[in-house]
C-alpha cells in the first residue's frame, strides 16, 4: 500500500525530532552530571591547598622556634665554658700559691734560724728581684725573664708571709692597677691602695710587667 507523501514526510519529521530529542539527552545525559562533579570536585581542591598551606606555616614556625632555642643553648655552652675555663685558672693559680707558700715558709724558717730576715730586708729582696725582671723585659731576654718572674713570686710570697691581710697576684700582659683594683675590688679608684703595698717593687706605677707579682691588700 502507497504511503502518501503527507504522512511520510510527518513520518520523518517525527523520527528526526526524536533522533534530536534524544541526541539532546545524550549529551545532556553525560554531559551536565560530569561539569556537576567538577565543580563538586573544585572546592575540595581549593580545601586541600589551603591546608596544606597552613601546614607549612606551622612547621616554619615549628622550625623558627627550634632554631632560637638551638641560639640559646649555644649561648649557654659559650657562659658555662668561659666559667670552666676561668675556675680553671683560678685552681691553678690556688695550687701554685700553695705550693709556693710552702717553699716559702720553708725557706722563711731556715732564714730565722739564721737570725737576718724581716720584713725591710725581705721587701729590699724583692725590689731587687723586680728591678732585675724589668731589665730581663728591656734585654727582651726570655730565660731571664722566667727566671727572676718565678724569683719575686717567691720574694713577694715571704713579705706577704710576714705580714697580715694581703694575698698575691701575678700581673697579666696589658694590665694596669686600676684594672686589677676593679677586678678585686670592684672600683678601680683604689688602684693607690695597691701601689702602696707594693712600693718596693713598682718603679713606675704607670707600667707593670707581665708576670710580676704583687701584694693585694685584703
Not at 730565660?143 to 698575691?168: G, H, K, N
Request: net charge negative.
Amino acid at each position: 500500500m502507497k504511503v502518501p507523501f503527507y504522512l511520510w514526510a510527518t513520518r520523518a519529521g517525527v523520527a528526526k525530532s526524536m533522533g534530536i530529542a534524544m541526541t539532546a539527552g545524550m549529551l545532556l545525559g553525560h554531559s551536565v552530571p560530569g561539569l556537576a562533579q567538577q565543580d563538586q570536585d573544585a572546592p575540595e581542591t581549593e580545601q586541600s591547598v589551603e591546608e596544606r598551606e597552613k601546614s607549612r606555616e606551622q612547621l616554619e614556625d615549628e622550625l623558627s622556634v627550634t632554631r632560637s632555642e638551638l641560639e640559646n643553648h649555644k649561648e649557654e655552652m659559650q657562659k658555662m665554658r668561659k666559667r670552666i675555663e676561668y675556675l680553671e685558672e683560678e685552681l691553678a693559680d690556688t695550687l701554685e700559691k700553695k705550693a709556693a707558700a710552702a717553699t716559702a715558709n720553708d725557706s722563711q724558717e731556715e732564714t730565722e734560724e739564721e737570725g737576718s730576715v724581716n720584713l725591710e730586708s725581705a721587701k729590699d729582696t724583692a725590689g731587687e728581684t723586680a728591678q732585675a725582671l724589668a731589665d730581663a723585659y728591656r734585654r727582651d731576654n726570655p730565660e731571664e725573664i722566667e727566671q727572676y718572674s718565678e724569683q719575686l713570686y717567691d720574694d713577694q710570697r715571704l713579705v706577704s708571709l710576714m705580714q697580715d691581710d694581703t694575698t698575691l697576684y701575678r700581673v697579666k700582659q696589658g694590665e694596669s692597677l686600676a684594672n686589677i683594683a676593679m677586678r678585686y675590688y670592684g672600683d678601680g679608684n683604689r688602684w693607690p691602695e695597691i701601689h702602696e703595698a707594693n712600693s718596693h717593687v713598682i718603679e713606675n706605677p704607670d707600667r707593670l710587667w707581665p708576670r710580676m707579682t704583687l701584694l693585694l691588700p685584703m
